[in-house]
T-cell receptor, first 108, second 111 residues
Framework: TQLLEQSPQFLSIQEGENLTVYCNSS?????LQWYRQEPGEGPVLLVT?????EVKKLKRLTFQFGDARKDSSLHITAAQTGDTGLYLC????????FGAGTRLTVKP | NAGVTQTPKFQVLKTGQSMTLQCAQD?????MSWYRQDPGMGLRLIHY???????DQGEVPNGYNVSRSTTEDFPLRLLSAAPSQTSVYFC??????????FGEGSRLTVL
């Protein structure tokens, strides 16, 4: 079983729709990171959340860290085709461990 | 500003062959790691290093060796390739703040 469970595994939506993806664990993390990966490239860091209950915004992306620091969510408002990619959450556990990711497709 | 450079980008091996995936970073990061990425399984940690001369195993170390003789380089060796090692391999280095910087990946096929 994965240390970090991400859902949904796949998500296909129309441009302009809103969406939320989730990252859950039974373990407490000191921080969680979100990365986006495009085809043929390595993941790129979007944000790090550190404090329980923290909300961070990055343009149309809103990241939340759960109060108990066991889960996190990523909400995208008015999705664009450029948001298409694999979204990965990661947390420190001796080293950095990743969830399996949510593959998002935004159709025009 | 090259960041993390991986070579080769593509490689095809026959079962039993050996090879080394190269990884170099120019950001003077102490921490480096290797991941493999398979469909539906995300990134799984193979080996990591917290500095020159120090390496440790990750989640899936079997069949892979690493060494870290310099801060810049962290090669990954497959001593006897198996079809189960067909994957995309990513090398990463880590800033003190915790941000990981990844290479572009090396796609390995073992026949």
């Amino acid at each position: 079983t994965q240390l970090l469970e991400q859902s949904p595994q796949f998500l296909s939506i129309q441009e302009g729709e809103n969406l939320t993806v989730y990252c859950n664990s039974s373990s407490v993390f000191s921080s969680l990171q979100w990365y986006r990966q495009e085809p043929g490239e390595g993941p790129v860091l979007l944000v790090t959340v550190v404090t329980g209950g923290e909300v961070k915004k990055l343009k149309r992306l809103t990241f939340q860290f759960g109060d108990a620091r066991k889960d996190s969510s990523l909400h995208i408002t008015a999705a664009q085709t450029g948001d298409t990619g694999l979204y990965l959450c990661a947390g420190p556990n001796n080293d950095m461990r990743f969830g399996a990711g949510t593959r998002l497709t935004v159709k025009p | 500003n090259a960041g993390v450079t991986q070579t080769p980008k593509f490689q095809v091996l026959k079962t039993g062959q050996s090879m080394t995936l190269q990884c170099a970073q120019d950001m003077n990061h102490e921490y480096m790691s290797w991941y493999r990425q398979d469909p539906g399984m995300g990134l799984r940690l193979i080996h990591y290093s917290v500095g020159a001369g120090i390496t440790d195993q990750g989640e899936v170390p079997n069949g892979y060796n690493v060494s870290r003789s310099t801060t810049e380089d962290f090669p990954l060796r497959l001593l006897s390739a198996a079809p189960s090692q067909t994957s995309v391999y990513f090398c990463a280095s880590r800033r003190m703040t915790g941000e990981l910087f990844f290479g572009e990946g090396s796609r390995l096929t073992v026949l």
